[in-house]
């Protein structure tokens, strides 16, 4: 190729396009990028008008006395949310204590011991539980759960009432039932991230723990855990979050008191629940709809710090995991 | 020739063993119990309430005598979660695109990509707050609460799912493909749409209807956007009817044949989730990637 041939006449280069030839890239390129930068600018925008349509209560109450007062009386015109907090707080607590164990151990079961041939329809069978939705995890608890579990926790209630939190009269709808639900609901994604984080787990690690004459139980605890620590972790914060936000079908099984329970058998209400009960009498009153939308703020603080935790934690356990695939042979033998 | 044997593994260290396998089995059983329990009680309750009237007829609303079929329901549901799609799914898969072909690893990528993930987190019912503030209190279009609201309600729930599900695809587009192109002298706009699009579509389709699936189960967002109404409307500027608002609002009747109607009306959402999950699976199954 001889160097004349490249240049065009007017300095250019023959293989550049011409001007108009480049708009359409021009225009993708900063069209996706405006779009890009009007999600940013849309998040920004409720965040401030959240904010904005809160203020009402929180100058009222005053920030901390809005979130930790234990009094919500709507006649009363005085909401002090410590009631939902702490109800979301149970509720939510109460699904990870039932659902993080399980979700583990079903991922552990998975992927480490049961048969290869029924691996695959296993993990579509726990994921086909992330495709019921809310309202209908809100009724079948409501119509089986709360009346079958009954007789079941009145004994639990009885037998265990030396534990602090535990007995008193069963009211049916609950802390427990709603605890429960949101087990069953965070199941799925905890137990998949679970398995993603173990699928990370060298093999080089197992082999080890078994040639050196491991049982498989001993690998899973002395290999497996040790190295996805961070990562299950991670899952359960993800799960707690999912936990916090979820709205109808613990509006529905709660019982929706708000007052502090004092036992997990209680009747109670959480932050969500509170949002989608009350907001059709909230309407033509400002206080309450303020308060209400000061509940959905505290709420979306609350999944932001936990999301944000649960994000560091599994970026750490897939950072770690790089790092050890990284890294010589000798010195993980070693 | 001396044989190199293990030591045998002492009864105890087998007894745990035995232990830690059977709990860790009865745990994933138990997993299973809901979803068994769940699928039955649908089954079992809801192909009762299900007819020809309760497929053809609107919800009365009378407290004495029929109370109705689901027909607004569904026709709401299917009207305000296409709507959402609409707007989700082209927003979702241009901001994929931006963050795969053009911001990659640099900060305002990296901006856009944590505040994607952030939207992930978000309750759904704060989506339907965010709404219910800008659109519904502000009478926007000249009525409060109307279907269209709740599209955006849902489309701002769907547009995240979107966008990650969309860029884990795109990045799996081999870059060999996109240099071919570029080497034979294709602009950039017509790798993407021609070259990258194409190639990921079954992804992009697997991921949109995942979305759609999580999306039409929601209720709450629709709770305060797009409320509920008796009769069927081709309307979305009116406020409208959907599957999730008609169970809940069935549930809290104490009512035999509401709740009857309610369970009919679950099953039928169910069957729609799975319906288009399954079809999502199919389709990512048949794609040339991964």
């Not at chain 1, 990370?200 to 620590?229: C, F, N, Q």
């Not at chain 1, 109808?248 to 509170?274: C, E, M, R, S």
């Not at chain 2, 709990?23 to 997993?31: C, I, N, V």
Request: aromatic content about 8%; hydrophobic content about 55%; glycine content about 10%.
């Amino acid at each position: 190729l001889e160097a004349g041939s490249v240049t065009a006449p007017g300095g250019r280069s023959r293989l550049e396009r011409p001007p108009r030839a480049r708009l359409p890239d021009w225009i993708l390129r900063w069209g996706l990028t405006a779009l890009a930068l009007a999600v940013l600018a849309l998040i920004a925008y409720f965040f401030i008008r959240l904010i904005g349509e809160s203020n009402d209560a929180f100058s009222r109450f005053g920030v901390f006395g809005y979130t930790f007062t234990n009094d919500w009386d709507v006649a009363g015109s005085k909401f002090g949310a410590l009631p939902l907090v702490v109800g979301t707080l149970i509720t939510s607590g109460t699904a990870l204590l039932i659902g993080v164990p399980v979700a583990v151990a079903t991922a552990l079961y998975v992927t480490e011991l049961c048969p290869r041939r029924i691996r695959a329809p296993l993990t579509a069978m726990v994921e086909l539980l992330a495709a019921v939705p809310s309202v209908v995890f809100g009724l079948w608890g409501f119509f089986v759960l709360v009346p079958k579990l009954r007789p079941v926790e009145q004994w639990l209630a009885d037998t265990f009432s030396f534990l602090p939190f535990v007995g008193g009269h069963v009211a049916g709808p609950s802390y427990f039932i709603a605890g429960l639900i949101l087990a069953i609901m965070i199941i799925p994604i905890v137990s998949a991230i679970t398995r993603e984080v173990m699928a990370t787990v060298p093999p080089d690690h197992k082999e080890a723990a078994l040639a050196l004459g491991a049982t498989r139980w001993e690998m899973i605890r002395t290999a497996i855990l040790p190295y996805s620590r961070a990562g299950i972790s991670g899952a359960a914060m993800l799960g707690l979050g999912r936990a916090i936000g979820e709205t109808i079908a613990v509006t529905i099984v709660i019982g929706n008191a708000p007052k502090i329970g004092h036992q997990i058998f209680d009747q109670g209400y959480t932050l969500a629940a509170v949002i989608a009960n009350e907001f059709g009498e909230a309407a033509s009153d400002p206080l309450h709809r303020s308060a209400l939308i000061a509940a959905g703020l505290v709420l979306f603080v609350l999944t932001l710090i936990v999301n944000a935790i649960a994000r560091y934690l599994v970026a750490r356990g897939e950072h770690g995991a790089r790092a050890s695939r990284d890294a010589p042979t000798p010195g993980v033998a070693a | 020739v001396s044989r190199a044997t293990l030591p045998k593994v002492s009864p105890r260290r087998r007894r745990s063993d035995r232990i830690a396998r059977a709990m860790l089995g009865a745990g994933t059983a138990l997993a299973l119990v809901p979803l068994v329990l769940i699928l039955y009680y649908l089954l079992h309750k809801g192909l009762g309430a299900w007819s020809w009237d309760f497929f053809s007829t609107d919800p009365s609303g009378k407290f004495f005598g029929d109370p109705g079929g689901i027909k607004s329901a569904i026709v709401g549901t299917v009207e305000i979660v296409a709507l959402a799609a609409a707007m989700a799914v082209p927003a979702g898969i241009g901001v994929a695109l931006y963050l795969v072909e053009y911001g990659k690893a640099g900060r305002f990528a990296s901006v856009v990509r944590y505040f994607i993930d952030v939207m992930t987190g978000v309750p759904s019912i704060v989506f339907g707050l965010f709404i219910y503030i800008t659109l519904v209190l502000a009478n926007t279009g000249g009525a409060s609460f109307t279907g269209w609201k709740g599209s955006v309600a849902l489309a701002l729930l769907m547009l995240p799912i979107v966008a990650r599900a969309a860029e884990v695809v795109l990045m799996l587009v081999p870059d060999a493909l996109r240099e071919a192109a570029l080497a034979l002298g294709a602009p950039r706009w017509r790798v993407v749409l021609r070259v990258v699009l194409p190639t990921a579509l079954p992804g992009l389709i697997t991921g949109t209807l995942l979305a759609i699936a999580r999306a039409a189960g929601e209720t709450a967002p629709l709770l305060f956007t797009a409320t509920i109404v008796k009769g069927s409307t081709l309307d979305l500027g009116g406020p409208m009817n959907s599957l999730p608002a008609q169970i809940f609002s069935d549930v809290g009747q104490a009512q035999d044949r509401l709740q009857s109607r309610a369970w009919g009306a679950a099953l039928t959402l169910v069957l729609m989730i799975l319906l288009l999950t399954t079809f999502a699976r199919l389709i990512s199954r048949r794609s040339r990637l991964a």
